[in-house]
């Protein structure tokens, strides 16, 4: 299993390097690079969290001597830590509804937002675009299957449902939108972060494109974690579970006898 | 006003939280049930993980029965020579229901057996109340006994060996009924996740003859203990009880419990059975629905633990 995994990991490293290798060079004559910034690259959860919104800001940097192009298109792409999910589906058998079969997603972002300053399809080719693995139809999402671990067609119903299972909750989202240019070279781009986040290490992927053919790139990262008091009950539920149970249940005898003294009539 | 949960994982407000505890309370004071067969379903309802719903509400359930039992012991409304009993069928009735739940689990499908087996319990022991206490009450209307006691009526098990008199429910019977009653209740608890309550008081009345006066409080002992000890499990195995979760329910849950108690004694016997019936059987109603409906999303996920 970890092989097949590794195995299409490494190809698709490949086809992404090539990607990659193809577009800058098509473009060393002229070359840009873009510097970005994060509002905040950790982000705790305490007791009222309830999602926040982060934002990224960036500039385009012309090589020395080189002009700033007429236009440029900005696409960050942000994953959240690799987790594996059953997506089951039901069917009527015998009049009631069962799960009759189930597909594994494995090692997939529990977190993915596509963010854009205009519709992905204007911004670069089909192919460029499934290359690099930019939009929700476009990144990879291997499945278990028989043997195999591989991504299917976009259209499969598991993966479309499992993309629209997950967007209910914002957790898999493209908004054409999210960026904006404040002047021609320096972006904006709002991360939302939604209540349901799962905690651990996120990578953004910033790409740069312009007339259809990227330019650069950068990577940036994000922490999110539990924090004071939600972080302790946490840790302790998980390291020292028969005492935190223990405690649970002591507590909850002390809340019911504090009760039956406080509402004692007789 | 918003809380974050931290094992549950996402916030959720907390005067919703509190007012579910307040009401499952309520009816778990009235009727001397632990409520698990209601809450539950409602946790999951409003988004909270099943794995983490069941665990946390069985601490909810201790607490709410602990207050309850208090009371009905201050009003001598406990048999506790019955519930030491029933205890100790029932210990041996939820580690047998553990061992079966962890060999289903192997075999999947373990979520359809769950949903079929709350249809088939609330459905046939809900209809059973309420076709019973409106009996019992169309009797009364009449003019006669609300109570079938027929002097001479002796069901086989009267004729068990190791006969035992509990005073307080004024009852002499075999030691065997007692402790198969509890071990059952303890199997269909582990397997189901539920106290078990609905179930124990229906048997402690019809077959036991136990009066409904002494059922509700010494059913709220047994529940108190397994779902304490059921507390203490699963937050050493599984990790899934989300303390503030559930004393925010717990809260809730003693305060609503305090006046339900109260209620219920005020109530006759035969509408309080007529009352949980209907409960019951809609709950059952409700999982029936749900399982001949055609649902929403044909489709759902669930993280597998332990990632890749």
Known sequence: MNRHAAALALSSICWFGAGLWLSLGADTAQAEKIVVSLSNHHVAINSNFSGEDLVLFG???????????????????????????????????????????????????????????????????????????????????????????????????????????????????????????????????????????????????????????????????????????????????????????????????????????????? | MQIYLPIADLPLNVFLLFGMGLAVGFISGMFGIGGGFLMTPLLIFIGVPPAVSVASVASHIAASSFSGAIAYWRKRALDVALALMLLGGGILGTAAGVWLFTKLRALGQLDLMIGLSYVTLLSAVGGLMVYEGAGAILRTRRGLSPVQRRPGSHVWFHGLPLKMRFKRSKIYVSAIPVWSIGFLIGFIGAIMGIGGGFLLVPMLIYLLRVPTATVIGTSMVLTLVTMASATVMHAATNHQVDAVLAFILMVGGVIGAQFGARTGQKMRGERLRLLLGVLVLAVGLRFAYALVIEPDNLYSIRLLEGGL
Not at chain 1, 97 to 122: A, C, D, Q
Not at chain 1, 152 to 181: H, K, M, W
Request: hydrophobic residues 40%.
């Open chain 1, 59 to 266: 500039a385009v940097q012309p090589d020395t001597g080189a002009q700033l192009r007429d236009s440029y298109d900005v696409v960050v792409t942000a994953t959240g830590p690799r987790q594996s999910y059953y997506t089951r589906r039901k069917a009527r058998v015998l009049g009631i509804w069962v799960n009759v079969n189930s597909r594994e997603f494995v090692g997939v972002p529990s977190y993915l937002t596509v963010l854009s300053n205009r519709h992905l399809t204007r911004i670069a080719s089909p192919d460029d675009l499934r290359r690099l693995q930019i939009g929700l139809d476009n990144y990879l999402l291997p499945q278990r299957i028989g043997p195999d671990i591989a991504d299917t067609v976009r259209d499969d119903p598991f993966r479309v449902a499992f993309v629209s299972i997950q967007g209910e909750d914002g957790l898999y989202t493209e908004d054409p939108v999210a960026t904006t240019f404040i002047t021609p070279n320096v972006f904006r781009v709002g991360v939302p972060i939604p209540s349901q986040i799962p905690t651990g290490a996120y990578d953004l992927d910033i790409k740069l494109f312009s007339g259809g053919s990227l330019l650069a790139q950068t990577k940036t990262t994000l922490d999110i974690t539990k924090a004071g008091f939600e972080q302790y009950i946490a840790n302790a539920a998980r390291d020292h579970g028969l005492l935190y149970g223990l405690t649970t249940a002591l507590l909850a005898l002390l809340t019911g006898w504090i009760a039956s003294v406080v509402f004692r009539r007789d």
